[in-house]
T-cell receptor, first 113, second 117 residues
């Protein structure tokens, strides 16, 4: 079946540090891949997405590249800010547009000044 | 941008009572809405998909008679937890999709925390 595995948290970084949150998936064909962010007390917000192999999604300094060969979609940011503190969820939508998102468990990021 | 609201944000109820949670799309028409459940430190688990004007489609293992979903209009879906028990305590999140905005983007509500005593 379809599944998403992302690195266990929590992750604690200092401001301006480099961030990587690993995400790998299991799915047939070419699913669409997403990163969602949940700030404290708020709902999930779409951060970025990629719909085909080798696509790079980017937003707010975050990037993730759809790697079919390694079934990965790792999230990266070169210099994190305190305001990036949140929970990050990797997710996939199976090929065929089923609309059903499959989420990873989430990774809590805390950025200290 | 597209905004989805949920009401209430937090509810505490006694065991055996029923609780209704509302999910509204505030500035777009939601042809499809989704209901998720999130346990502490766990992933979001899709419970059901509701399409306006038709019956909800429930995921395997979700009791449709316990979690009643109604999507009576293009801006409102409700989830009613019937005869709630402590094991139903959880964080319930809805999302909405409008195919006229983007075909693969779901907009999420802030969630409702249910505590059953």
């Amino acid at each position: 079946g379809n599944s998403v595995t992302q690195m266990e948290g929590p992750v604690t970084l200092s401001e301006e540090a480099f961030l990587t949150i690993n995400c790998t998936y299991t799915a047939t064909g070419y699913p669409s891949l997403f990163w969602y962010v949940q700030y404290p007390g708020e709902g999930l917000q779409l951060l970025l997405k990629a719909t085909k192999a080798d696509d790079k999604g980017s937003n707010k300094g975050f990037e993730a590249t759809y790697r079919k060969e390694t079934t990965s979609f790792h999230l990266e940011k070169g210099s994190v800010q305190v305001s990036d503190s949140a929970v990050y969820f990797c997710a996939l939508e199976p090929q065929g547009g089923s609309e059903k998102l499959v989420f990873g468990k989430g990774t809590k990021l805390t950025v200290n000044p | 941008g597209a905004v989805v609201s949920q009401h209430p944000s937090w509810v505490i109820c006694k065991s055996g009572t029923s609780v209704k949670i509302e999910c509204r799309s505030l500035d777009f028409q939601a042809t499809t809405m989704f209901w998720y459940r999130q346990f502490p430190k766990q992933s979001l688990m899709l419970m059901a998909t509701s399409n306006e004007g038709s019956k909800a489609t429930y995921e395997q293992g979700v009791e449709k008679d316990k979690f009643l979903i109604n999507h009576a209009s293009l801006t409102l879906s409700t989830l009613t937890v019937t005869s709630a028990h402590p094991e139903d305590s959880s964080f319930y999140i809805c999302s909405a999709r409008d195919v006229w905005i983007s075909s693969d983007t779901q907009y999420f509500g802030p969630g409702t925390r249910l505590t059953v005593l």
